[in-house]
């Protein structure tokens, strides 16, 4: 795949917007679907993304490069496998049980992204921006080399599409650090160490490098 040049985002939330917004100064156009119309998101978004495109999310799906995935984990399922499959796809989604509510294929799962994959069949699935409050997406964000530029994991099975979602973060201005296969985002998953953390690129090494239960 060449160099992507258009993000869509699935989500019109505090994540989507939040993205949206690191995209588009990373120089990325940037397209946004929540579940209604793209009509009831357009004016919102001019202030929560300004240059950002709203459109319904099967344009989205079908005129971007990659996906971020930016909805409740609770709507998972109305997600369309079918469009996404062959698609490169970011899983932001956490499971949390007060605000999800209790989902029994979550409740004990290895990690949400692999339930989420066993969903989106053909979907080449990256796990990465999970670990971050959106709070801090926009007053984290550093160039390059900066000494306390933020680290965020990637994790997926198909190598090339976790490369191209690690240069997608380094331009939004974190540094991507590979975690490796799709199963290792548990070791960034809500209640370990990582989650919320501040952690520049060698803390963030270290603590994937870590078992779990430290
Ligand atoms: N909050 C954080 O700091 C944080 C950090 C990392 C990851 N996350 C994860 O990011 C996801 C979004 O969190 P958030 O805090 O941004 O939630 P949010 O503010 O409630 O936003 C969720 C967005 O998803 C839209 N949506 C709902 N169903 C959809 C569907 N089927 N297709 C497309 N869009 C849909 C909602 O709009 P409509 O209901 O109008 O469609 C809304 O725009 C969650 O899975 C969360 O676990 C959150």
């Known amino acids: 795949m060449s160099e992507p040049k258009i993000i ?3 989500g019109a939330g505090r994540v989507g917007t939040a993205i949206a917004r690191r995209a588009l100064a990373a120089g990325y156009e940037v397209r946004v679907a929540s579940s209604r119309p793209a009509s009831d998101i357009a004016l919102v978004l001019q202030f929560t993304a300004p240059g950002a495109v709203a ?6 799906i079908a005129q971007s490069d990659v996906i971020v995935l930016a909805l409740p984990l609770s709507k998972y399922r109305s997600l369309p496998a079918d469009q996404l499959a062959g698609k490169i796809v970011i899983d932001t989604m956490n499971y949390w ?7 029994t294929e979550f ?3 290895p990690s949400s992204s692999e339930v989420v994959a066993d969903y989106l069949t053909g979907a080449r699935l990256v796990r990465s921006f999970n670990h971050m409050g959106y709070h801090e997406m926009d007053g984290e964000a550093r160039p390059a ?3 306390d530029r933020r680290a965020m994991a990637v994790a997926g099975d198909d190598a090339q599409a976790r490369s191209i979602v690690a240069d997608i973060i380094d331009r939004m201005g974190f540094d991507p650090v590979d975690a490796g296969r799709l199963a290792n985002a ?3 998953a809500i209640g370990t160490p990582v989650f919320g953390a501040p952690l520049g690129r060698h803390d963030l090494q270290a603590a ?5 239960a430290a």
């Open 8 to 10: 869509g985002i699935l």
């Open 55 to 60: 459109a319904d999310a099967s344009d989205v």
């Open 97 to 103: 049980a007060p605000t999800d509510g209790t989902l």
């Open 107 to 109: 409740e004990g799962a």
């Open 145 to 147: 080399g900066d000494p």
């Open 186 to 188: 548990r070791d960034f």
């Open 208 to 212: 994937l490098r870590a078992p779990l």
